[in-house]
C-alpha cells in the first residue's frame, strides 16, 4: 500500500484553506469537477462539485491514491497517461474522454482536461478539470441510433468558414468511413452531376435568401443506385445566413413502392379493359366509379355515364339480390345471380361475383365481375327439353361440344357412373371417367373419329365416381349447324359390364383348365357316337405324343395307340360303357409314334339325348407315368429305411442299455464314496464312547451336519435322475438351478443367455430334451474338458429355436476321434424333435456344439 507523502502535500497551498476565502467560493461554486494530484498519483485537494460527482467527501479523498477510483479494466490505460503526462519535458494540457468510479461502485464517462503545474522547485502537480458527459453521450447515441435506424445522416455547414461537419448517420449513408472529412466532392460523387446542381441550386439559395429546402434527388443513375430526400433549414443572424442545417434521408424503398403502385395500376388497368367480363368499380352503397370497357359494351354507356350512374339503374333490386348484398357486407364476399338492365331498358340475366375491401386510405370501395349468361339460359332451357325427353331412357345419354365437355347428361349416366349433372357439366369425360385399365388405343381411336366427325361405335373400360369399373357400349353421333359444322356430340351408351364379366369368367376358367390339365397332365375328350368324331384337348395330344397339327381322331382314345397286350381290356370297357353298363375307370398303357411307353388313368362316362338315346362319349386321360414310378421308387426306399431304422434302433437300445449300466456305477460309487463315508463319519460322532457334558453336544451338531450334507448329496443325485415335471417345466428355471448346484460344488463361470424366449410356445417335451441335453453337455464339459468358462445360449431366429453350449477347455480332434456317448445322446434326444446337432472343436480351442430345432 502506497504511503502517501505530506512533505510534498504541503509544498502546494490548499484551494480549500481560509487563506484563500475569494478563490476558495470560486473553485467550489464551479460547475466543473477540479481535483489536484502531486506527482506520486495523491489527491492533494478537490473542489465541492468533483466531491458531488464520485460521492466522496474532501476528507475521505485527500492523500487517497487515484487508481483507487478508477475502474479496474481502464486503470492500466490511466497510468500510462499519468506518467506519460508528469515525466513530459514540457509541461502541457491533454483533453481526453474517461471513464471514472463512483464510491457506489457505479461508473460513467467524463471529460479530462489535464494541465501540469510546476513549483519553483520543480515539483509538478496535476491539476485535472472533468466534466460529466454521460447525458450528452446518451443524447449523442440516441441521436446516432434514430439515424442508423431511419437510414438518415445530418450535416452542418459553417457559412463563413464553409466547413462541413456530418454525423455518424451521414457517413453510413455515402458509404465512408467515420475518420475521413465529408467534401462537397464526396457529395457530388454519390448522388451524380444533375442531383448534385440541383442539391448545390438549394443550397445556394439558402444560403442567399434563407430558403428552406426539401427536395428529392434522383441518384438512381450513379453508382449509388438511391432516391435521396434533402432538407435544409438556415441559421440567420441579422438577415444573413451564417449556418445551414440539414439531413439526408434515403427514399429508395418509398420509390419503389410508388413506382411498383404506378405499375399496378398500369396492370389493373390493362387487366380491367382487356377482359372478357364487365369490371364496375365503386363504393359499397352503389356510386359508380369506374367502368371498363366489356361493361360499356354490354349495358351501353359511356364511361363518362358510368361514373354518374347508380346501382339501381344497372340492376333490377329483387329480394335475392338484396340478401346477396347483405351476405356481402357481413362476409366481404359474395357470387350469384342478378338481372342486369342495359341502357335501352333491356333485361338480361347475369352472373356476377362482388367484393369490398378498403384502399391505400382506408376508403370502403366495391369491385363487381359481371358475365351474360343469356346464352347460357337459353342453353339450359334447351336441356331442360331434352331431359324431358330421355329422361325415362334406361341408356346412358350424353351431349358435349365441339370442346368435347359435357353439355348434359341423363338420369341413366347417373346410375351408372355415379356423376350427377352438376359434377359432370363443363368437364371432358376423358378427364374423369377413364382410369389405368382403360384401353389407350380405344380412347386415341375415339378421339380421332370425334375430330373427324364420324360415327363410331366402340366397348371401353370407364371408372364409377367410387371407383367402380364399368364397361359401356357407345354409339357416338355427331351434331351439325345448318351450316355444316361440327358443334357437338351426341352419345347413347349400353351398360354390357355383366356381359362382359362372363366373358372374363369363360376365358378365364378355360385358362384355368388348361393350367390345370397341363399341371396334372390331364387331358380330356369328347366323341360323337352317330358322327364318330372326337375333339382333344391340348394335354390329350402331348399325352399321346401327338402333334397339335394331326388331325383329329376317331373313337375316343385312339385305338392304334394302345398297347398290344392291353387292347383287348381297353376295347371291352369302352363297349361295356356304350352299352349302358356303366362308366368305366381304367389303367393300361399307350405307346407314342417315338415309341416310348406311358401308363394312363383312363375314366369315361356315357351321355344320352333326350329320347335317352347314346349320343356322345366323354371322358379325361390322366397320364400316371412318373406317379407310377415314383410309387416304385418310395416303395423300394421304404425298405431301405425300415433296415435302416432297424439298425439304428439296435444302436440306441445297445447305447441306452451302456449308459444305464454306466450311471447305476456313477450312483453306486457315488454313494459309496461320497455318502456312506458322511453317514459313517456321522455314525462315529454319535456312537464315540468319549462323549461327555460339552463334548457330547458338540459331536452331536457334527453328525447333524454330516447327515445334513448326505442329505443334499442324495437329493442332487435324485434330481441328476428324475425327469422335471412335464406340466409345469421352466426350462430356464431348470437350467439356472443346475447352474447353480454345479457353481456351488466347483469354481468355473457359467454365463445363461435366454433374452426374447416365450416358454410358453414350448412344447414340454422339446423342453425336456433341451435340459437333457444341456445336463449331458456340463457332464461332458466337467469330467473331461478342464475348462474355466462355460457359455449356454437358447435363443429364437426366424422360426428357428437355437441351443449353444461353448466351453473354452482343452477340445479335441473332432474329425478323428470317435463320438462318445455322451454326444451319441445328444443326437439321438435332438432326432426326436428333428433337431440338428453340430459339434466343433479343435485341440486346445474348447468346444461348441450347436443344436437348432424347427419351431
Known amino acids: 500500500m502506497r504511503v502517501h507523502s505530506k512533505s510534498k502535500r504541503d509544498k502546494f497551498p490548499s484551494v480549500g484553506s481560509a487563506a484563500n476565502p475569494v478563490f476558495n467560493s470560486v473553485f467550489n461554486t464551479l460547475d466543473v469537477g477540479i481535483l489536484i494530484v502531486d506527482s506520486e498519483g495523491f489527491f492533494v485537494d478537490m473542489n465541492d462539485c468533483y466531491c458531488r460527482m ?14 483507487e477510483i478508477v475502474p479496474e479494466i481502464q486503470r492500466d490505460f490511466a497510468l500510462y497517461t499519468f506518467n506519460s503526462a508528469m515525466s513530459s519535458p514540457v509541461p502541457r494540457q491533454t483533453l481526453t474522454e474517461f471513464p471514472i468510479q463512483r464510491k457506489d461502485g457505479h461508473i460513467f464517462g467524463v471529460n479530462c482536461k489535464l494541465s501540469i503545474l510546476t513549483e519553483p522547485d520543480g515539483t509538478r502537480f496535476m491539476m485535472v478539470g472533468i ?3 454521460t447525458e450528452t453521450n446518451n443524447i449523442k447515441h440516441l441521436l446516432e441510433e434514430t439515424e442508423l435506424a431511419t437510414g438518415i445522416g445530418g450535416w452542418q455547414l459553417d457559412v463563413q468558414t464553409n466547413r462541413l461537419s456530418c454525423t455518424e448517420g451521414m457517413y453510413k449513408l455515402l458509404g465512408l468511413q467515420n475518420y475521413n472529412t465529408i467534401s462537397w466532392e464526396d457529395i457530388l460523387s454519390f448522388v451524380g452531376n444533375e442531383a448534385y446542381v440541383q442539391f448545390k441550386q438549394a443550397v445556394d439559395m439558402a444560403v442567399e435568401k434563407g430558403t428552406a429546402f426539401n427536395i428529392e434527388l434522383d441518384c438512381s443513375k450513379c453508382p449509388s443506385g438511391k432516391w435521396m430526400r434533402a432538407i435544409g433549414r438556415p441559421k440567420q443572424l441579422f438577415n444573413k445566413t451564417i449556418q445551414l442545417f440539414g439531413t439526408f434521408q434515403d427514399i429508395t424503398q418509398d420509390k419503389q413502392l410508388e413506382h ?32 371498363n370497357k366489356a361493361a360499356c359494351q354490354m349495358f351501353g354507356y359511356t364511361e363518362e355515364e358510368f361514373r354518374n350512374l347508380k346501382r339501381k339503374d344497372l340492376v333490377e333490386e329483387t329480394e335475392e339480390f338484396l340478401a346477396l348484398l347483405e351476405e356481402r357486407s357481413k362476409n366481404g364476399f359474395v357470387q350469384g345471380e342478378q338481372i342486369s338492365i342495359r341502357k335501352n331498358g333491356e333485361h338480361f340475366p347475369c352472373e356476377f361475383s362482388s367484393v369490398c375491401f378498403k384502399d391505400l386510405n382506408g376508403e370502403e370501395k366495391m369491385i363487381n365481375i359481371l358475365r351474360d349468361i343469356s346464352v347460357k339460359k337459353l342453353a339450359e332451357e334447351e336441356l331442360k327439353k331434352l331431359s324431358s325427353i330421355a329422361r325415362e331412357t334406361l341408356c346412358p345419354l350424353i351431349i358435349c361440344d365441339v370442346n368435347s365437355k359435357i353439355q348434359w347428361i341423363n338420369a341413366a349416366f347417373t346410375r351408372v357412373t355415379e356423376y350427377t349433372l352438376k359434377e359432370a357439366v363443363g368437364r371432358r369425360p376423358e378427364d374423369f371417367l377413364y382410369g389405368e385399365e382403360t384401353d389407350r388405343k380405344a380412347i386415341k381411336n375415339l378421339l380421332e373419329n370425334k375430330k373427324t366427325g364420324r360415327t363410331f361405335d366402340t366397348e371401353i373400360l370407364i371408372y364409377a365416381k367410387s371407383g367402380r369399373k364399368v364397361w359401356i357400349a357407345i354409339q357416338l353421333q355427331p351434331q351439325f349447324n345448318k351450316q355444316g359444322k361440327l358443334t357437338g356430340y351426341f352419345a347413347i351408351g349400353i351398360d354390357i359390364t355383366e356381359r362382359r364379366h362372363s366373358e372374363e369368367i369363360i ?24 358322327t364318330g368324331v372326337s375333339s382333344w384337348s391340348d394335354e390329350m395330344y402331348r399325352i399321346f405324343g401327338w402333334n ?21 381290356y381297353v376295347v371291352n370297357s369302352i363297349k361295356d360303357t356304350i352299352e349302358g353298363k356303366g362308366d368305366f375307370d381304367i389303367e393300361h398303357r399307350v405307346v407314342r409314334p417315338d415309341g416310348s411307353t406311358r401308363i394312363i388313368h383312363s375314366q369315361g362316362q356315357l ?21 407310377k414310378q415314383a410309387e416304385e421308387q418310395l416303395h423300394n426306399h421304404k425298405l431301405k429305411l425300415a433296415e435302416e431304422r432297424v439298425e439304428h434302433q439296435r444302436l440306441v437300445a445297445r447305447a441306452t442299455i451302456n449308459t444305464q449300466e454306466k450311471e447305476r456305477s456313477d450312483i453306486g ?6 455318502v456312506n463315508q458322511i453317514l459313517a463319519s456321522a455314525k462315529l460322532f454319535l456312537s464315540s464312547p468319549f462323549l461327555e457334558g460339552d463334548e457330547r453336544e458338540k459331536f452331536t451338531n457334527k453328525a447333524a451336519e454330516h447327515i445334513h450334507m448326505a442329505i443334499e448329496e442324495i437329493r442332487k443325485l435324485s434330481k441328476s435322475l428324475v425327469s422335471p415335471s412335464a406340466a409345469d417345466l421352466g426350462i430356464i428355471e431348470t437350467i439356472n438351478d443346475m447352474i447353480a448346484d454345479i457353481r456351488w460344488a466347483q469354481k468355473i463361470e457359467i454365463n445363461f443367455n435366454y433374452a426374447g424366449i416365450d416358454e410358453s410356445r414350448l412344447d414340454n417335451g422339446l423342453k425336456l430334451t433341451i435340459y437333457r441335453i444341456v445336463q449331458e453337455q456340463m457332464n461332458n464339459i466337467l469330467k473331461h474338458a478342464e475348462a474355466s468358462l462355460i457359455t449356454i445360449t437358447l435363443k429364437e431366429n426366424k422360426k428357428k429355436l437355437i441351443l449353444t453350449i461353448f466351453d473354452n477347455g482343452k477340445g479335441f480332434d473332432a474329425q478323428t476321434r470317435r463320438r462318445g456317448i455322451g454326444l451319441n445322446n445328444i443326437i439321438n434326444r435332438a432326432d426326436v424333435f428333428n433337431g440338428n ?18 419351431m
Open 54 to 67: 464520485v460521492g466522496y467527501e474532501r476528507r475521505e479523498l485527500t492523500g487517497k491514491y487515484f487508481l
Open 131 to 133: 466534466t460529466d458527459v
Open 260 to 291: 411498383m403502385l404506378y405499375l399496378d395500376q398500369l396492370k389493373y388497368r390493362a387487366v380491367a379493359n382487356s377482359s372478357l367480363y364487365a369490371f364496375i368499380l365503386g363504393k359499397p352503397e352503389g356510386t359508380i366509379q369506374e367502368a
Open 507 to 530: 376365358l378365364h376358367n378355360q385358362k384355368l383348365l388348361q393350367q390345370a390339365e397341363r399341371i396334372a397332365c390331364l387331358g380330356s375328350w369328347e366323341t360323337n357316337l352317330k
Open 548 to 568: 397339335t397339327d394331326n388331325a383329329v381322331p376317331f373313337q375316343g382314345p385312339q385305338l392304334s395307340t394302345l398297347h398290344p397286350d392291353d387292347m383287348d
Open 607 to 627: 351321355i344320352k339325348n333326350n329320347l335317352g338315346e347314346p349320343e356322345k362319349l366323354i371322358g379325361v386321360v390322366h397320364d400316371i407315368t412318373n406317379v
Open 669 to 674: 460309487k457315488e454313494l459309496h464314496d461320497n
Open 837 to 854: 446337432v453340430d459339434i466343433q472343436s479343435a485341440p486346445g480351442q474348447g468346444c461348441m456344439v450347436r443344436v437348432v430345432f424347427d
